[in-house]
């Protein structure tokens, strides 16, 4: 498995958007988009409004696609730049507690509830 790890720090950007809009831009849609990437085993978007920044984790089952096969970045096309941090990590041991997201359905988060 291997997991990477996106962020843009909002301050660093001339695009103007800050995590409420970007939250606000992220539809149902776009996370449903997701779904069907194949090798793709869970996509976290994630926000720091005391940081003011904006990001993602994604969990591959085994490498990542090249970016043609992936759905269009909405965040770096909003942002209107690349995330100001990227890296990847290979998955060494996961832990599903009782609470685990398997069977979730694709959904935003408690910030939209």
């Given at each position: 498995m291997r997991a990477d790890l996106v962020w843009w720090s909002l301050d660093d950007t001339a695009g103007g958007q800050t995590v409420d809009s970007l939250s606000e831009a992220l539809?149902?849609?776009?996370v449903r988009e997701w779904t069907e990437v194949p090798g793709l085993a869970a996509k976290f978007w994630l926000s720091d409004r005391a940081g003011n920044r904006?990001?993602?984790v994604m969990i591959w089952s085994g490498e990542r696609p090249p970016n043609a096969e992936l759905p269009p970045n909405r965040a770096?096309?909003?942002i209107g730049a690349p995330p100001t941090f990227r890296t990847a990590f290979d998955v060494e041991a996961v832990a599903c507690g009782p609470d685990a997201l398997a069977g979730a359905p694709s959904t935003r988060g408690t910030a939209h509830a």
């Open positions: 539809s149902d849609g776009d904006w990001g993602a770096a096309e909003l």
